[in-house]
């Protein structure tokens, strides 16, 4: 395809062109939507064997759990291949080879929470992206009907069980986060499911603010947590039992929503007309605790977000 080579005559490999992709969408994540059908259609015309295949998912899945702030981006990138990559060898379509790839770590997790300061990092960095991909992979089932992989929904009980069995500050501080992103979500589907997964995960959490002997600021970031879960995590309830809250018909819908602020230190809420953009900013950022190490080191702050 002449065309296809006018546009990649520059790449020598797949590897020098996705790596070159990656590092652009890292520095400009709003070129995403403009980029994104391009860079399939040309993985499309180069990725025909079942090698690179293996190669693209280890590229993504490496940039995903290495580079600060790419995990949301990472499992939208994912999204997007998993729907539109036309190759599908017998070991395995884009998505099953990815997520076989991240069973090699979920498999390793017990070892990986108690090993030394960098291990748990790359770990903690791989439970994130785990979850995002949770959030953001989509799956269509033959009705047409789109649901998240029930997989990864019990491979992340799995995952905050061994952040919790080892409590050392940077596991808990990983398991907040992960709550944090996820907890709404993962909560609503184990009750459809008729199972009580969330309390015992709150009760882990109460159990290791009286026992473990972790730090006291890592503490408070538990409580807060707990205190977060019980008001819904922060979902505002509906003004009748058949009718969602909104802007438009509950006057409080509004009172009760953090106050966050901008990396330039400009405070926006809910009510901000930009809100979703600016909160999705705020998740992208390297580091969601600001006053806390992730080694669990003294703190500076007063151990709010």
């Given at each position: 395809d002449s065309t296809f080579e006018d546009r990649c005559d520059s790449y020598l490999t797949l590897a020098e062109y996705v790596q070159d992709f990656l590092n652009h969408l890292t520095e400009q994540p709003g070129c995403f939507e403009t980029e994104i059908e391009q860079f399939a259609e040309i993985l499309n015309g180069w990725v025909?064997?079942?090698?690179?295949l293996q190669e693209l998912v280890e590229l993504i899945y490496q940039q995903a759990t290495s580079v600060p702030n790419f995990?949301?981006?990472?499992?939208?990138?994912?999204?997007?291949?998993?729907h539109h990559l036309t190759i599908s060898p017998q070991s395995g379509n884009f998505r099953q080879l990815l997520l076989q790839r991240c069973r090699t770590e979920y498999?390793?997790?017990?070892?990986a929470t108690k090993g030394d300061e960098t291990t748990r990092k790359q770990?903690?960095?791989?439970?994130?992206?785990?979850?995002?991909?949770?959030?953001n992979l989509e799956i269509k089932g033959t009705k047409g009907q789109v649901t998240r992989a029930e997989i990864l929904q019990e491979g992340l009980r799995e995952l905050l069980n061994a952040l919790f069995s080892n409590p050392v500050d940077s596991n808990l501080i990983c398991?907040?986060?992960?709550l944090k992103l996820t907890g709404s979500v993962l909560e609503d589907a184990w009750k459809e499911k008729g199972k009580n997964d969330m309390e015992e995960m709150i009760q882990r959490?109460?159990?290791?603010?009286?026992?473990?002997?972790?730090?006291?600021?890592?503490?408070?970031?538990?409580?807060?947590?707990?205190e977060l879960r019980s008001s819904n995590w922060g979902r505002v309830h509906g003004t009748t039992p058949h009718a969602e809250a909104t802007p438009e018909n509950d006057p409080n819908y509004f009172m009760n929503e953090p106050t966050f602020y901008t990396s330039d230190g400009v405070p926006f809420t809910a009510a901000d007309p930009d809100y979703q953009e600016k909160y999705q900013e705020l998740l992208e950022r390297e580091d969601l605790f600001p006053y806390y190490e992730e080694n669990g080191a003294d703190l500076s702050g007063p151990g709010e977000l």
């Open positions: 025909i064997a079942d090698e690179a995990s949301y981006m990472g499992a939208r990138l994912c999204n997007y291949l998993s498999e390793n997790r017990d070892e770990f903690h960095a791989f439970v994130l992206f785990l979850a995002e991909l949770y959030l398991a907040v986060k992960l959490i109460e159990n290791v603010v009286l026992d473990a002997n972790c730090s006291r600021d890592v503490k408070h970031m538990l409580l807060k947590l707990v």
